[in-house]
């Protein structure tokens, strides 16, 4: 990990907050010392934390997480104004500046937006600024959210082709079993990003504060892996966990990518593309499909489902065509989100 340039790392909710009982301004302090000296020696930082709306939950008095998304929109709003407070004033007294960086999966899925986001995030560390990234909740809606910042930091690591995502969480790393409920659960030291065993091990949330769980850290390093990134996942409470890490230490659990890095235009494609009809084809362009990447015969196609002339790419299907025209197949094609 030594030879690591670029870092994301993730802060989950129950860590900023201390398990939601308002923000922690300590522990947010001592990540940005630890930030600080790795920008010192050449690292280049990016934040995801989370933490918003369980912080706005605590200023409105809330003792459960809501479900209606009004709610949580406005408790979203309530607490992105104390998060960006305390990561400034906690970066400012190592003489640096912090930037607000909000997006929803449709910024990401917009390819002109996508490459304006890669921009001024490339931009703003040449600046020596920390981004601090959160997705932004108050006008998210279940079409274009992320569901969870892991995703949202694998998503952000393949965007600036970082080398390393660092997801600190309040357990030690990913385990056999879960350590709450058997005690003689074994840490597992390291393993392959995107091992089938890892997602059946991994579980679900474990705490009513945070959105996601150890399988949204499994998932986010089998994503994190199609640039090259390695994973780290380890306990945000271990003494200067972000210097040792970077230092070679091995803590929690490492995921390494086990496959050859997309190119970056598959990398955007294989993370944002969405479903967004359907395409009746013969054999013979759907074999070329297969065979040729982007390559598509117009003249197979007969019939088509929920296709706006918006839509880009689509899933072909096999449709009711008459006797006389046999031999329909099924191949499958994304449309990235808009």
Known sequence: MNDAKRFVVKVGSTL?????????????????????????????????SSGAIAEGMQRLGWTQRPSAMHELQAAAAVGQMGLAQVYESCFREHGLRTAQVLLTHADLADRQRYLNARSTLLTLLGLGIIPVINENDTVVTDEIRFGDNDTLAALVTNLVEADCLVILTDQQGLYTEDPRVNPGATL?????????????????????????GMLTKVLAAKRAARSGARTVIASGSEHDVLLRLAAGEAIGTLLSPQTTPLAARKQWLADHLQVAGKLGSTPAPRRRCAREAGACCPSGSIRSKGISSGARWSPAYRPRAPKSRAGWSTTTRRSPAG
């Open 16 to 48: 900023v907050t201390n398990r939601g009982a308002g923000l922690d301004a300590s522990a947010i302090a001592r990540w940005a010392g630890q930030v600080a000296k790795l920008r010192q020696s050449g690292k280049d930082l990016i934040l995801v």
């Open 188 to 212: 597992i030291r390291q393993a392959q990003a995107g091992e089938a065993r890892l997602e059946a091990l991994a579980g679900g949330t474990g705490s009513t504060i945070a959105k996601g």
